[in-house]
């Protein structure tokens, strides 16, 4: 079984960054991918971002050019920093892993696709 943590979640203003960790313990594995995904009070959960293997990263358009996903494979740690943060981006953010990186990225963007979750961390952005 593989174990994911998310941290760094919290409360900002409005403009303001956060950056998120995820860190993935038990039975890890290489060539896996890593996602987030986020769920607003009353919303069904959404993709936000992805990272493969290779460092392929794929967005929600809203986010492009906001957000960033990056990875440590030797900490078996993905991040998602935040930054120029809306009231729109409040949510639980949840961290996610396949076993393996897929050929077409574009599938991350399914929360089926994924073997493993964390429990979240919760985003809060302020007006």
């Known amino acids: 079984q593989v174990q994911l943590e998310e941290s760094g979640g919290g409360l900002v203003q409005a403009g303001g960054s956060l950056r998120l960790s995820c860190v993935a313990s038990g039975r890890t594995f290489s060539n896996y991918a890593m996602g987030w995904f986020r769920q607003a009070p009353g919303k069904e959960q959404e993709f936000v971002a992805a990272?493969?293997?290779?460092?392929?990263?794929l967005y929600l358009d809203s986010v492009k050019g906001r957000f960033a996903i990056s990875g440590d494979n030797a900490k078996n740690t993905v991040y998602l920093q935040l930054n120029r943060l809306k009231p729109e981006d409040t949510a639980v953010y949840y961290c996610?892993?396949?076993?393996?990186?897929?050929?077409?990225?574009?599938?991350?963007?399914?929360?089926?696709?994924?073997?493993?979750w964390g429990r979240g961390t919760q985003v809060t952005v302020s007006s």
């Open positions: 990272i493969t293997w290779g460092g392929t990263t």
């Open positions: 996610a892993a396949r076993r393996r990186s897929p050929l077409r990225v574009q599938i991350l963007e399914n929360l089926v696709e994924y073997d493993y």
